[in-house]
Nanobody, 127 residues
Framework: QVQLVESGGGLVQAGGSLRLSCVGS????????VGWFRQAPGKERELVAA????????RYADSVKGRFTISRDNAKNTVYLQMNSLKPEDTAVYYC????????????????????WGQGTQVTVSS
């Protein structure tokens, strides 16, 4: 079955950096867009960044533009989220998710477009 496994979360001071990884298995990873979402306590899940199957088209939430970068290495079945200049408001559980349909572009923004989800990784940014 399809599995997505996130790693790289942790506790970091404001202004610091983290790199999240999402490793996929169970179907051809390289033909599906992948998104990173986050959910903070009491808030709805929101899209942070997404990339198409090739990595050639990306989208970002306005709140992270210029600070976060999404990339992928299809040879390793992995998508990364490099997070720089972290702020306390970035604190959340971060999830990676894989598009339900292959070869879609641009990457979808709505969570219901993503059929497979990882278990999440906690990111905590202290002030």
């Amino acid at each position: 079955q399809v599995q997505l496994v996130e790693s790289g979360g942790g506790l970091v001071q404001a202004g610091g950096s983290l790199r999240l990884s999402c490793v996929g298995s169970g179907r051809t990873f390289s033909v599906y867009a992948v998104g990173w979402f986050r959910q903070a306590p009491g808030k709805e899940r929101e899209l942070v960044a997404a990339t198409t199957w090739s990595g050639g088209n990306t989208r970002y939430a306005d709140s992270v533009k210029g600070r976060f970068t999404i990339s992928r290495d299809n040879a390793k079945n992995t998508v990364y989220l490099q997070m720089n200049s972290l702020k306390p408001e970035d604190t959340a559980v971060y999830y990676c998710a894989q598009d339900s349909q292959a070869l879609r572009a641009p990457p979808m923004a709505a969570s219901y477009e993503y059929g497979y989800w990882g278990q999440g990784t906690q990111v905590t940014v202290s002030s």
